[in-house]
């Protein structure tokens, strides 16, 4: 916050909420992933294991030739 005030974690919260929606539903070059994005939900995973995902979902594209 500018002039060094505090702000809440609910208020933080609550913007970034509001900064990704308006993000999604701009006209301009939107937030949506692409077509064929593979999405990789990382909350249960160690850094070690979402690598681990990413690196094999990488090579599966390539050996299907879609990388």
């Known amino acids: ?5 505090t702000v ?3 208020q933080v919260l609550d913007d970034l909420r509001q900064r ?3 993000d999604a539903r701009r006209a ?3 937030l949506n992933p692409a077509e064929d994005a ?3 939900d990382t909350t249960d995973l160690s850094i070690e294991a979402a ?3 990413a690196a094999k979902a990488v090579e599966d594209r ?3 030739g879609r990388a």
Do not use: F, I, N
């Open 8 to 10: 809440s974690y609910d």
């Open 51 to 53: 690598v681990e995902q």
């Open 20 to 22: 990704d929606e308006r």
């Open 28 to 30: 301009l070059a939107p």
């Open 1 to 5: 916050m500018a002039g060094g005030g």
């Open 38 to 40: 593979l999405l990789l």
């Open 62 to 64: 390539m050996r299907q």
